[in-house]
């Protein structure tokens, strides 16, 4: 195989990879403050439609993507103050948030359908290192999301690993009793990380629909939020190795375009269920592992917090 | 240093502190001594700031302070070590002291602040590594890491929970020993406890609170085990059990070899050899975590065997259900009687049901037969159930025990293992349940009983295991052996069998 499609294909799958990093990057934060938010389907869905119809009317795709993390993060609060507030079931919840998300999504576009957009992120080289042989054309030529997203990754981590308040929100998640005896406001905390959680999620949503695919349709994520939950575990709660896994990802969602222009004949449906695959395979390997490992999920993870039942 | 002066506090229907009055000088190790429900908790709840009292002041060094949140408490140098500790596992013992601590900048140096809760730890020879993670440590190491927290925050009185209950005879002297370097240092310290033994042999003062009410305060080296008692009880209590003689029979269990998983994967137990008769009690002694629970289990049949075998009454069990083991004749009393033993939403008929519901043949239940027959067990056993329609989670501990216990004994037993039956509950219902289990074993059933207590041990055993990181370290006659020795083994030491 020629070098040329080697690159071309690991370079679409840094593309391809970042609405699930942006979305994995949201849900890390959520988990690691022990909120499960099963929702990021949904919320990506409304960040998706939101962006788009922002961006549509005020010819502005930067617009379109506040607003579409605005809408991620109203989504959020919905999740938020059922489990947090009203210490509903988290799963419920988070399914019930996507099953809306979903309807409301395909309400509000019906009309947008096959309309095109020409405000779009667009690439940008970064002059110097998308020279680097390799490197420069996998990681550099792609649009200011993608930079976006990179440096995200290193803000996380740093927060969570480095940073007096990072160490307060992995405490909540952890261990909330521990963490209100200390003074650590958990509620604050918990609704903080499940709104900015959203509004990642909403980012990864305008993502889709303002730079990997300009268009709007109905369902557009396709499953996308759900490998964002499947990627939190698949990178033990680590910003870090989430990347590794969105750009894993990312590529097995367009080998199927890559090995179609290269002759390969394999029933499209099949190459559509790959990422899945890989996802239920990842999730066996890594519950194995994590079993024995002591990277275990937050502790008080899914589990409402309530002051009086210690 | 701390002066409480006619505190009252009340709960809906409870008058859980009644004009109470205690006080603590710097330098001295205080012991608040009462039974469960005395009110110990309820009046270091209103000094920490978790309560606010009904009635009556706090003064600190002379003055009057207004506690109104835990906040407040620890402003004014109070720190309490709770029984179960406050520490998030996966962090270092430095980043838990850190955790919530005004004055750390956003982004912290962890390296600076190890060097400063390692020479605070110095000062008070409290040994501990400030960069490793709280899971790896012991019991007793965690316990140092919650001192070490409260000193890190300047407090000046400390307040400790039932410090003891976790440790070895061994680390509990390590911890006196500590406590009386800080109170040399000028520190005031409080010790909530039950154990006399204990508090006479370390303490300075002793406040004894019954019902609500301080019965008095004296001063240790002035009063004695019998006085003391009849303080916390209200009257003389046989603190000797009477026992009839052990009268052998066959052997009911027989553990060979046996090995079994903890729920990290690692061995829980290794090698366990033991043999239990009808009409004995064997006791199992060790520090809570060496694989009491999961010997509880394994016998019960909830947890599978790795490695060796399961007899009761001479037949192989070792693949057995937990339903093949009910039908052997086995009996499992649970460390949580409102998780594992009963089901607390569910009221005391259907809970007596739960166990019985294979009796039913026609696969229809019986319901005149079920109430006949709780109301029995509730009659016989004395338990207190107002309703017995209602769930049973609104029962005190004792009833439920008795409720649990009774519900096993009623199937005339071959085998009875129970885990810390006499846990939470207070001397009344503690001596129910003594005699109950005596009966068993009188009636020739084998009994298995798990504790942490070792007078309760040493007074109801006709054997004692002692069990050290999933081992046996020995079996021992209590009559014959002192509670150092089993201290020794609970801290991993082998002793030669002799009994």
């Not at chain 1, 020629?2 to 970042?18: F, H, K, M």
């Not at chain 1, 406001?185 to 959203?198: K, L, P, S």
């Not at chain 2, 989670?393 to 439920?400: D, I």
């Amino acid at each position: 195989m020629e070098q040329s499609i080697w690159l071309a294909l690991l370079s679409t799958g840094v593309v391809a990879g970042t609405p699930i990093l942006f979305a994995a990057l949201g849900e890390i934060l959520t988990e690691r403050a022990g909120i499960l938010n099963l929702g990021v389907e949904g919320m990506m869905l409304v960040g998706a439609v939101t962006g788009f119809m922002v961006t549509m009317s005020t010819h502005n795709q930067w617009m379109g993507l506040l607003m579409a993390i605005v809408a991620g993060g109203l989504m959020a609060l919905i999740h938020a103050f059922l489990s947090i507030t009203l210490r509903a079931n988290q799963v419920v919840s988070g399914l019930a948030l996507t099953i809306f998300g979903t309807g409301l999504s395909g309400f509000l576009g019906k009309d947008l359908i096959g309309v095109p957009l020409t405000d779009t992120f667009k690439p940008i080289p970064i002059a110097g290192l998308s020279e680097i042989p390799w490197i420069g054309d996998i990681l550099f030529k792609h649009d200011a999301l993608v930079y976006i997203s990179y440096g995200l990754i290193f803000i996380l981590w740093f927060f969570l690993y480095r940073t007096k308040t990072g160490l307060e929100l992995r405490a909540v998640g952890e261990n909330p009793a521990a963490a209100d005896a200390a003074g650590i406001n958990v509620f604050a905390i918990r609704y903080a990380c499940v709104i900015a959680g959203g509004m990642l999620a909403g980012a990864a949503g305008a993502y889709l629909s303002l730079a990997y695919a300009p268009s709007w349709l109905e369902n557009m994520t396709a499953g996308r939020g759900w490998i964002a939950v499947a990627l939190v575990i698949f990178g033990t709660w680590n910003p870090l190795r989430a990347f590794l896994g969105s750009f894993f990802f990312g590529t097995i969602d367009v080998m199927g375009f890559t090995m179609q222009t290269i002759g390969i004949q394999i029933p499209s449906f099949f190459l559509k269920m790959l990422p899945y695959i890989f996802t239920i395979a990842v999730l066996i390997v890594v519950t194995r592992e994590t079993k024995t490992r002591r990277v275990a999920s937050p502790e008080a993870l899914s589990i409402p917090y309530n002051r009086e039942e210690r | 240093m701390v002066e409480m002066i006619n505190i009252t506090k009340r709960f809906p229907g409870i008058l859980a502190n009644d004009r109470v009055s205690f006080s603590v000088k710097a330098g001295e190790i205080h012991a608040l001594l009462g039974e469960n429900g005395a009110g110990k908790s309820t009046l270091m709840s209103i000094l920490t700031g978790l309560y606010r009292p009904d009635e009556g002041e706090i003064r600190i060094q002379g003055n009057p302070v207004d506690l109104q949140s835990p906040r407040d408490a620890v402003a004014h140098g109070i720190g309490m070590v709770h029984q179960h500790f406050k520490l998030v596992k996966p962090f270092t013992v430095a980043e838990n002291i850190i955790l919530g601590l005004k004055g750390i900048k956003e982004v912290y140096n962890l390296k600076s602040i190890d060097e400063s809760v390692a020479q605070l730890s110095r000062e008070y020879g409290l040994h501990i590594q400030p960069d490793s993670p709280i899971w790896q440590l012991s019991v007793g190491e965690q316990q140092r890491a919650e001192i070490v927290k409260i000193l890190f925050r300047g407090a000046e009185i400390l307040i400790l929970d039932e410090p003891t209950a976790v440790l070895t005879p061994q680390e509990a002297k390590d911890l006196y020993k500590t406590l009386r370097k800080m109170a040399d240092l000028g520190k005031a310290i409080i010790v909530i406890s039950h154990k006399l033994s204990e508090v006479l042999a370390h303490t300075d003062a002793i406040t004894v609170l019954r019902g609500g009410r301080s019965v008095g305060t004296v001063r240790t080296k002035e009063t004695s085990e019998m006085e003391l008692t009849r303080m916390m009880v209200g009257r003389p209590v046989m603190l000797e059990t009477v026992k009839n003689p052990v009268n052998r029979s066959s052997k009911v269990l027989e553990l060979h070899n046996l090995s079994a998983l903890g729920n990290r994967g690692q061995f829980a137990l290794k090698e366990i050899n033991l043999d239990i008769y009808g009409g004995e009690i064997v006791g199992i002694a060790g520090v809570a975590g060496n694989g009491q629970r999961e010997l509880a289990e394994v016998v019960a049949g909830l947890r599978a065997i790795e490695r060796g075998q399961k007899k009761v009454d001479g037949n192989d069990l070792t693949l057995a259900s937990p339903k093949q083991m009910i039908q052997a004749g086995v009996s499992y009393v649970p460390e949580d009687r409102l998780g594992t033993g009963l089901v607390p939403n569910l009221n005391a008929m259907e809970n007596y049901l739960l166990k019985g519901v294979q009796k039913m043949p026609s696969g229809f239940i019986n319901w005149k037969q079920v109430a006949q027959e709780t109301a029995e067990v509730i009659k016989k056993y004395d338990i207190k159930v107002p309703n017995p329609k209602n769930p049973v989670k609104m029962l005190s501990g004792g009833n439920l025990q008795k409720l649990l216990l009774g519900r096993e004994i009623s199937g005339k037993p071959r085998l009875i293992v129970t885990m810390y039956p006499m846990r939470g509950l207070d001397v009344g219902a503690m001596e129910t349940i003594r005699s109950l289990l005596l009966q068993e074993r009188d009636r020739g059933a084998a009994v298995l009983l798990i504790s942490e207590e070792l007078e309760e041990l040493f007074a109801l055993s006709d054997r004692l295991a002692v069990l050290h990181g999933g081992e046996v370290m020995g079996v021992v006659d209590p009559h014959k052996t002192t509670f150092e020795d089993v201290g020794l083994m609970m801290a991993g030491k082998r002793m030669a069998a002799h009994g």
